[in-house]
């Protein structure tokens, strides 16, 4: 599995567009992979469709932990994004965004590796235990 942050989000974070803090982050699944150059939830186009047994357009909510390490750095954690019971076909990516943001700002989309399959289960994304984002004093 790989992470990739979008072109903008460090900008956007930087200029206050994207709260870490404060907004509510959440993560939706696409069948197809993202356009690092997509700034807004609303460029997504492959989102799997809502029809999709036991997913909401949109995603799930996770909840951010900030950590710092003493030396500087601080660290964003997020739980887990957990669907409890779902079923879906051809699931390649999921994408993290900021659900209070103007224009809903894409932060981060992780790749599968290749299409995923679920019927009727429990399905999970683990965040990196190190940290959803680093941030390190230079």
């Given at each position: 599995?790989?992470?990739?942050?979008?072109?903008?989000?460090?900008?956007?974070?930087?200029?206050?567009?994207?709260?870490?803090?404060?907004?509510?982050?959440?993560?939706?699944?696409?069948?197809?992979?993202?356009?690092?150059?997509?700034?807004?939830?609303?460029?997504?186009?492959?989102?799997?469709?809502?029809?999709?047994?036991?997913?909401?357009?949109?995603?799930?909510?996770?909840?951010?932990?900030w950590?710092?390490?003493?030396?500087?750095?601080?660290?964003?954690?997020?739980s887990?994004?957990?669907?409890?019971?779902?079923?879906f076909?051809?699931?390649?990516?999921?994408?993290?965004?900021?659900?209070?943001?103007?224009?809903?700002?894409?932060?981060?989309?992780?790749?599968?590796?290749?299409?995923?399959?679920?019927?009727?289960?429990?399905?999970?994304?683990?965040?990196?235990?190190?940290?959803?984002?680093?941030?390190?004093?230079?």
């Amino acid at each position: 599995m790989a992470d990739l942050m979008f072109n903008n989000t460090i900008f956007n974070i930087g200029r206050a567009l994207i709260n870490l803090e404060t907004d509510v982050i959440k993560c939706a699944l696409l069948v197809s992979a993202p356009d690092p150059a997509w700034e807004n939830y609303a460029e997504i186009d492959s989102e799997l469709p809502e029809a999709a047994n036991g997913y909401l357009e949109g995603g799930e909510e996770v909840t951010p932990t900030w950590t710092a390490d003493g030396g500087g750095d601080a660290l964003l954690d997020l739980s887990d994004p957990l669907w409890p019971s779902i079923t879906f076909t051809d699931v390649t990516h999921a994408v993290f965004y900021s659900d209070t943001s103007t224009d809903k700002k894409l932060i981060n989309s992780r790749d599968f590796g290749g299409p995923l399959q679920r019927s009727n289960e429990s399905f999970s994304i683990q965040v990196d235990e190190l940290g959803f984002i680093k941030f390190t004093v230079i």
